[in-house]
């Protein structure tokens, strides 16, 4: 009798999980306090001149770019409200080198392939999100992390993959 399986493939995680652990550097810095809106698992972020991070946004650059924040061992302040993301004033995990788990929302990745972030809005790809990793260029409304590869190139169903961060871009 031959044996069947479930689905086709399993999803490669959440965003934000550290995906190989062997050369993964982690820091935890504060998320700027008059920072507006919190820093969710798997966002790009920056790191401020007062030593504190923020979410890439809008007119972000290469240069701005420190990492990705990670889901690390986060204590819950309160039961009621979203645990996915770090708020302004909390400490804030990123990795800075190794293999975390990101959304793709434009393009398809490919191994060893280029990382975008998108810095503006463009009508025309209605799935790009400024402040999110992407893998296909789209002019000057995106920027290359030129520190950062696609690991595997496979993508799940939620849109997920792996981002390899190749060096520190921020130290």
Known sequence: MPGSVIGKELNLGYEGNVARSVDAII???????SDATAIQFGDAVVL???NTYSRFGAGGTFAAFAGVAVREVKQALDYTSNQGEYRPGQPCDV???GTVTVACN???PT???AVYLRVAVNAAIPN???GKFEAAADGTNTVQITSA???TGKLDANRVAELTLLT???A
């Not at 820091?27 to 306090?33: I, L, M, Y």
């Open 27 to 33: 820091t935890n810095r504060f998320v700027k306090p």
């Open 48 to 50: 401020n001149s007062d």
């Open 95 to 97: 990795i800075e080198r």
């Open 106 to 108: 434009v393009g398809t």
């Open 111 to 113: 191994a060893g392939g």
């Open 128 to 130: 790009g999100v400024v």
């Open 149 to 151: 590869q696609w690991k």
């Open 168 to 170: 520190r871009n921020k």
